[in-house]
């Protein structure tokens, strides 16, 4: 890519401080397909500061004025979805029907949803002789990951461009080129300068400039709960909001109401969806224990079922995962899981027998695994399923519950059963019996999956400050 090895800064493609080099590996191959800029703390400096000159003339623009330039966006984003699509499907490692249809598709649905509800958003009404305003936040640094990209950008660039937000933003470093291109289109669409700024980096580098340095107003986080944490801290001492979307270890309920078989294979594949690397998947599936045998069968002819390949195949259905760290990460759970003396019902450890060489992984079905168990506690991130016994809805609940997370809950049965046991559930969301994606529902989390929510309405609220002008309807 013609812009690899420069940085998007103050409305110009330019060179970084020092050239530092990043090799970008196609997890399918294992081989190098390109390489990457990696700034610096004065590359990082140089945004920040694009970012706050800009931030006094953006956030007194109109709202038709934004709107118009979102839809300028939207219009460029579709044109360029599939090529889009095709960069994460190898940077990441998505089959690539999947990557053009949901991954880059996400990433247009997201400002269409942004566009739609920020067409209604009141950013001024009165309570009784208040006059409430929505002001924009102001900078904001954003820091986002690979197993999404496209999708977790978007979904802070959009509501922060309605509001009148300036920013600047690092994504992940294993899948970086789409983010190039989405700064390509920003350019091509007439953001104003210093609106849009990208840096590529690290976290200990470009990271922890973003989200300590005191011309930052607000840090958008999307990662594990490991780093949310090390950005809180270094937040902390300049009081800016922490918006974080992390980790989770979602429960996958499935009521004596439901039709078991139906639901564990659509828990299967939603789990496994992605190679298991969303931060929302089901990876803890409930089932009552008297049907734990025919839960696990099915669950292992489905795992079975899927196509593990290279992404370019359209008969795929699994991908690599997105890394040699990743992979041995969840290499090791699947040891830990049968060291623990989980059931292994399907997959396993290694590699599938007909591929030598990339970063794929067995669709992998544990049963009769117990809630303790390290592979039921932490998040593994890859296509593993740990399938648990219940005894009652009220024991279902406490399982799925019993976890430092709470991101998303999912529920299979009869709809008024679910409807009632969701509202027990300690999670930001709740889906039931399979609903299509809604990108208008508020998605972020409870307890250590994070603080904050995303998407249509709620994405807006998160990037605007609120000020009462008291007696404003006075004399």
């Known amino acids: 890519m013609k812009n690899a090895h420069r940085f998007y800064i103050d409305g110009e493609w330019v060179e970084p401080e020092t050239l530092r080099k990043h090799d970008v590996i196609d997890p399918s191959t294992e081989q190098v397909i390109g390489t990457i800029a990696i700034g610096s703390a004065a590359d990082a400096e140089r945004a920040i500061k694009a970012a706050r000159n800009a931030f006094a003339g953006f956030s007194r623009t109109t709202k ?61 009404y009165m309570q009784g002789s208040t006059r409430i305003v929505h002001e924009p936040i102001g900078v904001v640094a954003m ?8 999708n977790q950008i978007v979904c802070k660039v959009a509501p922060a461009l309605a509001t009148g937000c300036t920013m600047v933003l690092k994504p992940s470093e294993i899948a970086p080129f789409n983010a190039v291109i ?45 780093a949310g944490i090390a950005v809180a ?30 639901a564990v294979k659509a828990g299967v594949r939603r789990c496994f ?31 079975a079922a899927l196509v593990v390949g290279p992404p370019s195949d359209p008969r795929t259905d699994i991908g690599p995962v997105a890394s040699a760290t990743q992979f041995e990460k969840i290499q090791a759970m699947i040891e830990m899981g049968i060291a623990e003396g989980a059931e292994l019902a399907a997959g396993g450890p290694g590699r599938p027998s007909h591929l030598s060489s990339g970063y794929y992984v067995r669709p ?13 506690r932490e998040e593994i991130f890859g296509p593993v399923l740990s399938i648990i016994g219940y005894e009652t809805e009220d024991d279902a609940v406490a399982i799925a519950n019993d976890t430092p997370y709470g991101l998303a809950s999912f529920i299979h049965g009869a709809q008024s059963e679910a409807r009632t046991l969701a509202r027990r559930l300690r999670t930001g969301s709740v889906r039931l019996n399979g609903p299509a994606w809604d990108g208008a529902a508020p998605f972020g989390g409870y307890k250590r999956s994070g603080n904050g929510r995303e998407y249509g309405k709620f994405g807006l609220h998160e990037f605007t400050e609120i000020k009462g002008i008291v007696g404003y309807a006075g004399d």
């Open 364 to 376: 992998t079905v544990f049963s009769r695994v117990t809630n303790s168990m390290t592979i039921a």
């Open 273 to 303: 969806a992605n190679s298991g690397q969303s931060c929302n998947a089901p990876t803890r599936m409930l089932v009552p224990v008297e049907r734990m045998d025919e839960a696990s069968a099915v669950a292992a002819r489905e795992a």
């Open 182 to 226: 989405l700064a390509e289109i920003m350019h091509e669409a007439g953001v104003p300068k210093g609106v849009f700024n990208l840096v590529q980096g690290d976290g200990p580098t470009v990271g922890a400039v973003f989200a300590s340095h005191p011309d930052v107003d607000m840090v958008s986080f999307t990662g594990s709960t490991r």
């Open 64 to 124: 038709d004025d934004r709107l118009a330039l979102l839809k300028r966006v939207l219009t460029i984003v579709k044109r360029r979805k599939d090529e889009i699509g095709d960069m994460i499907s190898r940077e990441m490692g998505a089959p690539l029907i999947m990557a053009r249809a949901e991954q880059a598709g996400l990433g247009a649905a997201h400002f269409e949803e942004t566009i739609r509800a920020f067409k209604t958003f009141d950013f001024e």
């Open 143 to 150: 820091i986002t990951p690979w197993n999404w990209p496209i």
């Open 233 to 262: 801290l270094a937040a902390a001492p300049t009081v800016k909001r922490v918006h974080q979307e992390l980790g989770g270890k979602s429960p996958n309920i499935i009521l004596r109401s439901a039709d078991l078989a139906a």
